[in-house]
């Protein structure tokens, strides 16, 4: 599937440049979040009520403490909120621990990320190598199709699509937890399932053009026309021949649509349209109103969401600079 | 070219109908009664007999959608029961917010990115290379609804700049108000437009007719977080689409022969390299007019601009159906005709296109 | 506009038990209180300590922007802010006194249900108009007959027992309704408004409803009229040279809106506007330390709470449902997530209601309790869901996890919450008991007529749209409709609300506390039933 040469290129512009490599350090270690997140959170991220005993209020990060006000019987009273050890970037306006529902928000955007690319590869691929391959009016029918589709912000689609389907969350069992390794953590965490689906409505048409372009490339090549000469079936060439030679480009850009998937993901938890609230965009949200005395509510979960993406695009970037496939710039859903 | 022009708008024609299409299959295969769902949140029983009639929710499926094409064609979006007022009304009176912030957005991504992305192209692995690489890297990383609180944050808060919040009607005191005519007229669209004070035109009319600058100051203190929240994506791609162009077009024959016949170097860099790197970016910008739109509603959110994107969200949150079809085809269409636009202004400056 | 926005009416209003005695006997001595007339007189305007030359312009912020322009198609507490400026209301509702002359200056129970009502012959419209007596019966009858085209929420949740209304001459007209007189004058003492009959059928108002974008297209009695009007955005308006009454306090006000507290809060501190409403707890102490800006605030009449729908398990046990509410603290969830701004409540309406209970306590944390009643339910392991909005109350996702999170501590119960916009929790509050989605669910309801009766009919009577079902409860509150006399109808209430407390179909949270941000310079104490009258401001 992955030719020597491709591997050979991308080692080399891996080591000729640092950015690839910051790319990966920080996928590596989003990855062991998503894995190990019972085990790095600190506390149950649903869990409530973390609060400073004596005023109610939220605790700051470590090392910070800060000023508010407070009624007390009625009486306003000026009171400083230091912070606490167990809470390192402090805890949010319900009391939540804010590293631990960092931690599992990054579960939340690649479970997310990852499941809608993959559906939208399902549905875009198949579709994109017969358009490609047989041509004609199947082929004419899917441009006008894909057309249609691009044609729509992705944002803006998902934000109908939801309108009508409405939103639906779906709880994905957490096997560290089941298997008793972490005591305290949520045996299941919920995952907004309308928005993964609508995620990959919204993106797979770009895999269909892509997949269309390279069997129609591939269609005439030698070795192609070489295996219909020998009486092999249509359906053995795409499987065998055509789909494992357009798997480069494809995989460039299932990694920018990740990058895409997570940031509309982001963005329509935080517009409240997700219907889950552990999530980075909906954190971000939530900490909107308390920006001025609590901005970490808000910091944190945004500084995870840009660092996914980061690591995915300069993935990205790297995969295109090495294999050079025909995906450029312009082909980014978001 | 001609003949170019008309294939590229018979596409577009039929991307438009297709557009029109999705959102009305949308419609008839949701979940539902479809009065509910065009009467909007809530409505009572009787709103929802009179919308089954009114708009034909008896009929075969086949005669709504011919209908409901005839009645786009003419510009009429249908009614929002839920807003009482025609969509198309409500879509217009939208539509010069979103236009307001939409240019300054670009206008900032324009002012930045190019001048950057020369840089970055011509000073490759230099300090400066460097600082622009990582600046537009951050730029296309960061979601723009974490960038706009942050802006609001850093300069709102701890450096007391003061941002708009009720948009940009706030600050206009009613003393340049815009009339519009009271229809826009080609004979089949007329539609009431009532009026809206541009905070751009106000402050514009205002220095030219009063030699004031306070109303333009209020204006640039009003639009410069939002367009910055929604310019920077932009302000990163183009930068590193300059950037890639530069490298380029630098190492093409031309530019070598023109340094050996001694032309200035700046010369050579703004009129002829730029020139022809500018092609491709024009095309991305057009390409990315769905990025900007999307982004908008987000903005919009964020800084509360009285624009389109708000407006969707408002009709999701009532399920106002009528006026979300309204917006989601309004914008699709406008992307399709911005980009027919892109396609002549491209195909006018390199016009062997027309060609492939 | 909705049929469920009284889901976020903010215009309640109360009346104290002694007060409710005070107006019904009033009404039937057939006496419009005298002494508190002289304030509203246009004559003793002699005190005017401001600088008669300057003009006093003010913005006033509200949450939502009327996406209506006619004044009977909403019930909604923010349009009202607004619109009761240009449409006055006839008489004037002072919660906790009950009504008394405005443009109405006397009235009497006639019997038979119906109301005899005399109105000032000195008022104007906008456009010069003089007000008559038909004028109010037509505003009436547009509301609530169904004859008219227009389904007005006005008429139909805030004139729900008034039938009609008829002139008997220029000055004098007759109000009939179905129910008894105290509910019906908590009514139309509340929503009774004027529209100018004549200017209002030119425009169609008795096919459709009123609809326009220009200020024209506005036309009351009020002491302010329309100079400006963006859609969507805001309305200027001006004091109306004409007006019968008292002059009001400011010149030119314009009313817009912001959705985001953050937003409001900001357009008060850097002084784009003058007055907001539900200012988070969070930003009290920020406003407050500016020199410029003040906070009012005062408990409003909406309640908090989670109906659970009995059509489905686990919440069709009455040991589950007390359960929940055994789990959930009032008081720390009031502590932490409202600052210590609001109150906890044991029963549907808050303590100033007609009818409400003062002899029950709010359920206090018990988890043993509610461990074993979930037990004896035989729900024990069950697996539930809290769904609630976003934005459309104060703090309300925020004390929705809260809450949910307490059920969730419940060894033998998880819960979770599942925050969605508010679509879809008004959907499914006027969705009835028939396969609900989300059956236990967070909504927030102003107790409008200042009665227990609208606190709970909506929700356990109407076969199609009830959230709970109790036969015993239904035929309560049906009979109590019909009592005539007050002491014993409020007994009636009592009871009704003793037998929600047992029978728990919600989780009951908090009384709301409405926060104000303002000018430091303006007058103002803000009214308990979360309404603002421009006239009772001064600077």
């Keep these: 599937m992955i030719s020597d040469r491709v591997r050979s290129n991308l080692r080399q512009s891996f080591s000729e440049s640092l950015l690839p490599k910051i790319g990966l350090g920080i996928l590596v270690v989003i990855v062991v979040m998503t894995l190990f997140a019972p085990l790095l959170a600190t506390h149950d991220p649903t869990d409530t009520g973390h609060f400073d005993p004596e005023t109610g209020s939220e605790y700051p990060p470590l090392g910070h403490s800060y000023e508010t006000e407070v009624a007390v019987d009625g009486e306003f009273t000026e009171v400083t909120i230091e912070s606490n050890s167990t809470h390192v970037l402090g805890t949010n306006t319900v009391g939540q621990d804010v590293y631990s529902r960092l931690i599992y928000g990054a579960r939340v955007s690649v479970i997310v990320g990852l499941s809608a690319t993959l559906l939208a590869l399902l549905i875009g691929v198949p579709i994109g190598l017969l358009a490609g391959y047989y041509g004609g009016r199947v082929d004419d029918g899917l441009m006008r199709v894909a057309d249609t589709m691009l044609a729509f912000p992705a944002l803006v689609l998902a934000l109908a699509l939801i309108g009508v389907f409405g939103e639906r969350p779906v709880g994905i069992p957490d096997p560290i937890v089941m298997a008793g390794f972490a005591e305290g953590m949520p045996a299941t965490i919920p995952i907004p399932g309308t928005v993964t689906i609508v995620g990959a409505l919204v993106i797979w048409v770009w895999f269909a053009r892509v997949a269309r372009g390279e069997a129609m490339s591939l269609r005439n090549a030698e070795y192609v026309k070489a295996a219909r000469s020998f009486g092999t079936s249509h359906a053995q060439i795409l499987l065998k021949h055509i789909l494992p030679n357009s798997m480069t480009p494809i995989i460039v850009l299932a990694t920018i649509q990740v990058a895409v998937i997570i940031l509309l993901e982001a963005s329509l938890a935080y517009l409240g349209f997700s219907g889950t609230t552990l999530s980075w965009g909906y954190e971000i949200e939530r900490g909107q109103d308390y920006l001025r005395r609590r901005p970490w509510v808000s910091i944190f979960p945004g500084i995870g969401i840009m660092l996914a993406v980061i690591s995915v695009n300069l993935l990205g970037d790297w995969f295109r600079d090495a294999l050079d496939p025909n995906v450029d710039q312009s082909e980014r859903g978001a | 070219m001609l003949k170019f022009l008309i294939r590229r708008l018979l596409q577009g024609i039929l991307v438009v109908w297709g557009v029109i299409t999705v959102m009305f299959i949308l419609r008839a295969v949701s979940p539902g009664d479809p009065a509910v769902l065009m009467a909007g949140e809530g409505a009572d029983d009787e709103i929802i007999q009179r919308v089954r009639e009114a708009e034909g929710l008896d009929e075969p499926l086949l005669s709504q959608y011919l209908d409901y094409l005839g009645s786009i064609l003419v510009g009429d979006f249908g009614f929002s029961w839920e807003a009482r007022s025609e969509v198309t009304a409500i879509v217009i009176r939208r539509i010069p917010a979103t236009i307001e912030l939409a240019v300054a957005a670009t206008v900032v991504a324009l002012v930045i990115a190019v001048p950057l992305g020369v840089i970055s192209g011509t000073r490759r692995n230099e300090p400066a290379d460097y600082g622009a690489t990582l600046f537009s890297l951050l730029g296309i990383s960061t979601p723009n609804f974490w960038l706009g609180l942050m802006l609001i944050l850093v300069l709102g808060v701890w450096y007391g700049i003061p941002y708009p919040s009720i948009g940009t009607s706030s600050f206009s005191t009613g003393s340049f108000v815009v009339e519009y005519p009271s229809s826009i007229g080609l004979g089949l669209f007329d539609f009431p437009t009532g009026r809206r004070e541009i905070g751009f035109t106000a402050a514009v009319s205002a220095v030219l007719f009063e030699q004031s600058l306070s109303e333009l100051g209020a204006w640039l203190r009003h639009i410069t977080l939002p367009a910055l929240t929604l310019g920077t994506y932009f302000t990163a791609l183009i930068t590193r689409l300059t950037r890639s162009g530069m490298i380029d077009e630098l190492g093409k024959p031309y530019v070598t022969s023109m340094e050996a016949k001694g032309l200035p170097r700046i010369l050579i860099l703004y009129k002829h390299t730029l020139r022809n790197t500018m092609i491709p970016i024009i095309t991305v910008i057009g390409l990315q007019i769905g990025t900007l739109a999307g982004g908008a509603v987000i903005t919009e959110t964020v800084f509360n601009w009285p624009g389109l994107g708000l407006r969707l969200i408002d009709a999701l949150n009532d399920r106002d159906w009528p006026v979300i079809q309204g917006i989601v085809i309004f914008i699709a269409v406008g992307f399709v005709v911005i980009n027919i636009v892109v396609d002549a202004l491209y195909n006018y400056l390199d016009p062997q296109v027309s060609e492939s | ?539």
């Design chain 3, 1 to 539: 506009m909705l049929n469920n926005s009284h889901l976020n009416v903010q215009n309640n209003n109360e009346i104290r038990r002694r007060k409710l005695l005070k107006l019904t006997g009033a009404a039937t001595t057939a006496t419009g209180v005298t002494a508190i007339a002289g304030c509203i007189s246009a004559d003793d305007d002699d005190d005017d300590d401001a600088d008669p030359d300057e003009e006093e312009e003010i913005t006033v912020t509200l949450t939502e922007f009327p996406d209506t322009i006619d004044p009977l198609d909403h019930i909604t507490g923010d349009y009202f802010d607004i619109y009761d400026h240009i449409y006055e209301p006839v008489f004037e509702f002072d919660p906790g006194d009950g009504i008394f002359p405005w443009i109405a200056e006397d009235w009497e129970v006639t019997g038979d249900g119906s109301t005899e009502v005399s109105i000032r012959d000195d008022v104007t419209f906008h456009n010069g108009d003089t007000l008559t007596a038909d004028d109010i019966a037509w505003t009436i009858n547009r509301s609530v007959d169904p004859d008219f085209a227009l389904v007005s929420d006005l008429g139909q949740f805030g004139l729900g027992s008034i039938t009609g209304a008829e002139a008997i001459d220029e000055t004098q007209l007759e109000i009939t309704y179905g129910g008894a007189p105290g509910l019906a004058e908590f009514e139309f003492g509340n929503y009774a408004r004027a529209m100018n009959r004549e200017w209002a059928e030119d425009r169609g108002a008795d096919e459709d409803v009123l609809s326009g974008d220009s200020p024209e297209d506005f036309n009351g009695t009020g002491p302010y009229e329309v100079v400006e009007f963006e859609p969507e955005v805001e309305i200027v308006v001006e004091k109306f040279d004409d007006y019968w009454g008292e002059e009001p306090p400011f010149d030119r006000v314009t009313f817009n809106a912001d959705g985001e507290s953050s937003g409001r809060f900001n357009a008060l501190e850097t002084g784009e506007t003058d007055l907001t409403i539900n200012i988070l707890p969070e930003d009290v102490g920020d406003v407050r330390d500016n020199e410029d800006t003040d906070i009012r605030n005062v408990p409003s009449f909406r309640t908090i709470f989670c109906p659970m729908k009995n059509s489905v398990e686990p919440y069709d046990s009455q040991e589950f449902r007390q359960a929940m509410n055994y789990c959930v603290d009032q008081e720390e969830i009031i502590e932490t997530i409202l600052s210590g701004f609001g109150t906890p409540t044991s029963q549907p309406v808050s303590p100033d209601i007609n009818g409400y209970n003062p002899d029950l306590e709010p359920y206090p944390q018990d988890y043993d309790m509610a461990e074993s009643l979930v037990e004896e339910s035989g729900y024990g392991g069950v697996e539930i869901e809290l769904t609630a909005p976003q934005g459309r109350y104060v703090n309300d996702a925020e004390i929705a996890e809260r809450a949910a999170d307490m059920i969730d501590e419940l060894p033998n119960v998880d819960c979770s919450a599942n925050i969605v916009d508010f679509g879809t929790v008004s959907d499914e509050n006027a969705a009835g008991l028939d396969d609900p989605d989300h059956p236990f669910y967070m909504i927030g309801w102003g107790t409008v007529t200042g009665d227990t009766d609208y606190g709970v009919q909506g929700f356990f009577v109407p076969e199609e749209t009830r959230s709970f079902a109790d036969d015993d409860l239904t035929d309560a509150i049906v009979e109590s409709q019909e009592i005539e006399d007050p002491d014993e109808r409020r007994e009636a209430l009592q009871e009704i609300n003793a037998q929600i407390h047992d029978l728990a179909p919600w989780v009951f949270l908090n009384v709301q506390e409405s926060i104000y941000g303002i000018r430091e310079d303006i007058q103002w104490e803000p009214r308990a039933d979360e309404t603002i009258y421009l006239w009772e401001m001064s600077v």
